[in-house]
Nanobody, 119 residues
Framework: QVQLKESGGDLVQPGGSLRLSCRAL????????MSWYRQGPGKDRELVAS????????NYADSVKGRFTISRDNVKKMVYLQMNSLKPEDTAVYYC????????????WGQGTQVTVSS
């Protein structure tokens, strides 16, 4: 059963911007740390950005620092990834990931949304 639904992927020119959204469905969103991962063509899946369950701490991969911003809205059960100054190497399928802050709770992956950066 799908518990995370991503949206916002698109084809964009280098230097452009996109905002990805991820909606949590039937679990207690505020008990989960949220992350965005990506997997480019022929590459391993990598962590892009993460945010704690309260939203007070964020972390970024070095490759996206200063260009991407992760945020969340615990009322709407949404997590976002604002991506600016996009580069061709940002082309990937972007996945939303939920990790519980309560031991024993399940973790969740979304199905992914395609981002293509090309002129």
């Amino acid at each position: 059963q799908v518990q995370l639904k991503e949206s916002g992927g698109d084809l964009v020119q280098p230097g452009g911007s996109l905002r990805l959204s991820c909606r949590a469905l039937a679990f207690t969103f505020s008990n989960y740390h949220m992350s965005w991962y990506r997997q480019g063509p022929g590459k391993d899946r990598e962590l892009v950005a993460s945010i704690t369950s309260s939203g007070d701490t964020t972390n970024y991969a070095d490759s996206v620092k200063g260009r991407f911003t992760i945020s969340r809205d615990n009322v709407k059960k949404m997590v976002y990834l604002q991506m600016n100054s996009l580069k061709p190497e940002d082309t990937a399928v972007y996945y939303c990931y939920a990790a519980p802050n309560i031991r024993g709770s399940p973790l969740y992956w979304g199905q992914g949304t395609q981002v293509t950066v090309s002129s």
